[in-house]
């Protein structure tokens, strides 16, 4: 079975840092797009960046460039997402998803399979 | 960086049909996704490439997309069809995908 499945909901102060992961199993990891995804208390879905782990190409977000560090370990078929320093306005759910398909341009298009989410909940 | 405008929210009486509108520059020059989040629940994709629907997404899930505009249409829709949904497409500017603003659609 074809699964993402990530770390546990995570609470934290300001400043500090956090490191989530996502596990991938049943598939190919290297050769797939994995993307993460913020979605904020009462807000729509939001593109952080997305990695491919066969050569570690990373693209990122403008508004997420600078704000956090995508990572991937091919020996353990997992991705990662960081900050050094939580703030605030980091609370909210952290998916990450697999995309199969690309777009007529070759660009990756569609994410097909989705972790659970991780709730992360940053307050003083 | 590129923009994808969907309505806030529309509400469906059930066995109708929802139009659910996607509007960006160009948009019928890219292709679009479409994925359902239900309340709780991870994101499930719906639509890929305008208008294909991956295994197992019900017949009654449908997408077009030209000029504009892309639409997911919603034939026959059922309670369970209550959810957001958000399109989906490529901004060449960032080298990375963008999602519209999301639809509630309340099925009452």
């Known amino acids: 079975e074809v699964q993402l499945v990530q770390s546990g909901a995570e609470v934290k102060k300001p400043g500090e840092s956090l490191k989530i992961s996502c596990k991938a199993s049943?598939?190919?990891?290297?050769?797939?797009?994995i993307g993460w995804v913020r979605h904020m208390p009462g807000k729509g879905l939001e593109w952080m960046g997305m990695?491919?782990?066969?050569?570690?190409?990373?693209r990122y977000s403008p508004s997420f460039r600078g704000q956090v560090t995508i990572s991937a370990d091919k020996s353990i078929t997992t991705a990662f997402v960081q900050w050094s320093s939580l703030q605030a306005s980091d609370t909210a759910m952290y998916y990450c998803?697999?995309?199969?398909?690309?777009?007529?341009?070759?660009?990756?298009?569609?994410?097909?399979?989705w972790g659970q989410g991780t709730m992360v909940n940053v307050s003083s | 960086s590129y923009e994808l405008t969907q309505p806030p929210s529309m509400s469906v009486s059930p066995g109708q049909t929802a139009s659910i509108t996607c509007s960006g520059h160009?948009?019928?020059?890219?292709?679009v996704c479409w994925y359902q989040q239900r309340a709780g629940q991870s994101p499930v994709l719906v639509i890929y490439q305008d208008a294909k629907r991956p295994s197992g997404i019900p017949e009654r899930f449908s997408g077009s997309n030209f000029g504009d505009t892309a639409t997911l249409t919603i034939s026959g829709t059922q309670a369970m069809d209550e959810a957001d949904y958000y399109c989906q497409a490529w901004d060449s500017s960032s080298a990375l995908n963008v999602f519209g603003t999301g639809t509630k659609v309340t099925v009452l």
């Open positions: 990695i491919y782990p066969g050569d570690s190409d990373v």
């Open positions: 049943g598939y190919n990891f290297p050769f797939y797009w």
């Open positions: 998803a697999r995309s199969i398909y690309y777009d007529t341009n070759g660009n990756p298009h569609a994410f097909d399979i």
């Open positions: 160009k948009l019928g020059d890219k292709d």
